[in-house]
């Protein structure tokens, strides 16, 4: 999801439509139909307040730009691996995760950089779950399915070893967001001897753990920023609650 306009929110969604939402009048004025599969994740140029191109991918690895006046498709590429479920514009290229990669390519498809799961966590099979970007630090944050551990690699060189960074008694990361200069990363892990959804509050300066919260009593699997003030936990559907945090 993101606001092309000051009036307009896109929305992505797993019938592999993207749906115009007019904040005034709370309506779908308009449906975008050019995808064949689930709309995995859209994007726009970090800091503008009203962007000429909105960038849309697919399950299937295919990914769409489009012109926000027209409501037209200017270009196209296809990614060839599948299983496409994030991607965030920055500094002119498209950062985008597969369960096997992250990949930087120009927003005509051309790969320049990658990283490899195998890279990551070479002693077990895994796939990423998502990334962040810290552009300023010249940093990219990953989560792997079944770890209790997030990685910090070089935005400059990927090809670099990872740092690790280990979240005390986590079980497994469920989801991570980036809120001003901290990394939020959910999931599940043991307090007073029993499985609880935990979120990890952890510095991105000083990439170290400053909080533990718990927050359900099933697992984290969803986590949502409000303007950087506050954060929004969702809980496995066990207790299938959302809970709101201050941001300090």
Known sequence: MVMAEQNQVWLGSADAVIYIINVH???????????????????????????SEVYSCSVDGTVLAWNVSTLRVTSRFQLPCGGL???????????????????AVTTTGFVQQELRIDEICQEMSTSFLGFQL????????AACAGRSEVY????????????????????????MIRVKRQVWVGGSGQSQGKTKGKIYVVSAERRAVEKELVAHAD???????????????????????IAIWKVE
Request: with cysteine.
């Open 219 to 241: 697992a984290v699997r969803t986590l949502c920023s409000a303007e950087d003030r506050y954060v929004l936990s969702g809980s496995g559907p066990e207790e299938g609650k």
């Open 25 to 51: 009048s709370m309506s779908c004025n308009k449906q975008l139909t050019d995808h064949r599969a689930s709309v995995t994740a859209l994007a726009v140029q970090e800091g503008t307040a009203a962007p």
């Open 152 to 175: 910090v690699c070089s935005l400059e060189d990927l090809t670099q070893p990872p740092e690790r960074i280990p979240l005390q008694d986590c079980s497994e990361v469920r989801c």
């Open 85 to 103: 479920t994030a991607m965030q514009l920055h500094g002119g290229r498209l950062w985008c995760c597969t369960g096997s990669s992250i990949v």
């Open 134 to 141: 810290l552009p300023e630090q010249q940093q990219l944050w």
